[in-house]
């Protein structure tokens, strides 16, 4: 977001003054800008509010400036649509789930699908990593895919989509330019 600075010069130094309190709702790059107008107004600035403002906001600044290559979004879409065919799963074979343990279980399992994606969506780097391994390990379920393809068609198609959308996603995730991490 851009603050038009010339906007802020037409104020008054008492609205200049609530960009700069502490707690204030205004975007940081607003607030160094009120900073800024105010000291050429002559506003002596003691050296605490001079290290409060410019460093408190040159930071914020710096966290709103973070751009995610657009490769993580789309990784993390196709993770929560799969999270999301995972919910339909459950919903289509509910009658699996005769012990605690076993909901507990799938629960989790769904919580953690989920957990990556909002992990990827942030942009965190090292989540290709733990999907490899995890699509690794994935492959040792191999045959209860089969079996469930065989015993619950519509079940086992929807773990194959799953496994599609989690593969691209993957790919995604690695097409990502070094330089863009």
């Not at 906007?7 to 940081?28: F, M």
């Not at 605690?100 to 909002?118: C, P």
């Not at 090292?126 to 995890?134: A, H, T």
Request: glycine content about 6%; charged content about 20%; proline content about 3%.
């Amino acid at each position: 977001m851009s603050v038009n600075k010339r906007l802020l010069e037409q104020k008054s130094n008492q609205q200049l003054e609530k960009y700069i309190e502490v707690g204030n709702r205004y975007v940081p790059e607003a607030n160094l800008h009120a900073y800024e107008i105010l000291k050429t107004r002559g506003r002596e600035f003691t050296d605490e509010e001079k290290e409060r403002i410019t460093f408190s906001n040159k930071k914020n600044i710096k966290k709103m400036d973070v751009v995610i290559h657009p490769n993580y979004k789309k990784s993390s879409d196709l993770v929560y649509l799969s999270g999301a065919l995972g919910i339909i799963n459950l919903i289509l074979s509910y009658q699996n789930f005769d012990s605690g343990m076993k909901i507990f279980t799938a629960i989790s399992s769904l919580a953690f699908v989920f957990g990556i994606g909002y992990l990827i969506s942030k942009g965190n780097k090292s989540m290709k990593y733990v999907c490899l391994v995890i699509l690794i390990l994935g492959v040792l379920t191999f045959p209860f895919l089969l079996s469930n393809l065989i015993n619950q068609p519509l079940v086992g198609l929807i773990n194959i989509i799953q496994t599609i959308l989690q593969i691209w996603s993957l790919v995604l995730l690695f097409k990502i330019p070094k330089l863009a991490e």
